[in-house]
């Protein structure tokens, strides 16, 4: 997570190492004031249909509802009670995204909401990650003007018929790389150093990994190849869909659990410790692998973030996490993403006596 001096060039910190260096030791400051991180969502739709998504499950559609773009009342009731922590506080966030289970570029005002937060100077680091298919000239100049630290992009092929079969659009590998060149180019005309662009994909297992790499060394700031994962509380398994089959599926969970090298069950997850989500409706969540949203700890219209951050449903989803390492919750008990907890994260054997909630 990237300090304030460091924010000066932060535009020349990795994205793989913005979140590294000077990683909080939650064990000594848990609990925490304020969350590090909040995330917004924009937009709870997207524009792809990606095979291993959410978005193509049968039960996403069912439990996602209303699909909606969040309204300018729901972000600005977000940006001001990120004012009010950060009054009551004396701090601000580490980091700010615009991103949960939805393309962020569908929303027409993003770049409007990029600046509002900006002006409001509540976080000390913003982040956008977009499949940037609808990255226009206008929103990449804008993205340059209002200051953007990170702009993640998710590439899912770099190979047109894959492209295809994995997004369900006609969206094709030219059109992104294209949007994103843009991005590029306007930034070092400007002589701007944000937002660091990094570029990922994930394992093609194959050489479009290399292909994706030569595509994008010249466009992207970072190329990054992500070992993906499968997604907590359904029966529909992500890796098999992508990866076409349950032997290849197979392979990529044996290969992501080797690259995370933790057990599960000796291992909190920091979220509820660290993070919150404001979703498109309001309502607001734990962490970025609820999509069903069954860690709701409160709605953004009708308490404060603060107080929902000290509030009795976030205290008791963390006594929950600290005495059963997750396995209390059906969604936590089916979740791998603890194990990329680092170690400053660890939170095993932290007394639940230390925290508390405001009535
Ligand atoms: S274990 Fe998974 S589902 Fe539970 S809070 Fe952590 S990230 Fe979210």
């Given at each position: 997570m990237v300090t304030e001096n460091e924010k000066k060039v932060v535009g020349e910190v990795p994205f793989s190492e913005a979140y590294i260096n000077n990683r909080v030791k939650l064990f000594d400051k848990v609990p925490l004031e304020m969350p590090l991180c909040v995330s917004i969502e924009p937009s709870n739709i997207c524009n792809f249909k990606c095979l291993?998504?959410?978005?193509?499950t049968e039960e996403f559609k069912k439990c996602a509802t209303p699909f909606m773009n969040m309204s300018m009342e729901v972000f600005e009731k977000t940006i001001a009670d990120l004012k009010e922590m950060k009054s009551k506080t004396g701090k601000r966030l580490k980091l700010l995204k615009f991103y949960f289970r939805g393309e962020p570029l569908l929303h027409s005002e993003i770049g409007n909401m990029l600046k509002i937060a900006q002006e409001a100077d509540i976080a000390e680091c913003t982040e956008v990650t977009t499949n940037a298919s609808l990255l226009t000239p206008d929103l990449a100049r804008t993205f340059v003007e209002y200051g953007l630290d990170y702009f993640r992009a998710s590439i899912y092929s770099v190979i047109p018929e894959n492209q295809k079969r994995i997004t369900q659009t006609s969206v094709t590998p030219e059109t992104v790389k294209n949007n994103i060149e843009y991005l590029r180019k306007y930034r070092d005309e400007k002589g701007a150093k944000k937002p660091f662009i990094c570029a990922k994909i994930m394992d093609s297992h194959g050489d479009e990994n290399n292909i994706f790499k030569k595509m994008y060394e010249n466009i992207a700031d970072e190329t990054l190849v992500d070992v993906p994962w499968d997604l907590a509380g359904t029966e529909e398994k992500a890796l098999d869909k992508l990866y076409g089959g349950t032997d290849e599926g197979e392979k990529a969970r044996k290969k992501y659990e080797d690259t995370q090298n933790k057990s599960k069950r000796n291992n909190v997850c920091r979220y509820p410790f660290t993070h919150c989500i404001v979703e498109a409706d309001g309502k607001v969540v734990i962490c970025c692998m609820d999509w069903p949203g069954m860690t709701n700890i409160g709605h953004i219209m009708e308490e404060s973030l603060y107080d929902i951050w000290h509030g009795k449903k976030l205290y008791d989803f963390r006594v929950m996490q600290l005495k059963t390492c997750g396995s209390g919750h059906p969604l936590c008990d089916d979740c791998a993403l603890p194990l990329q907890n680092k170690p400053e994260d660890e939170l095993y054997g932290f007394p639940v006596e230390k925290l508390s909630f405001k009535e």
């Open positions: 291993m998504c959410w978005q193509s």
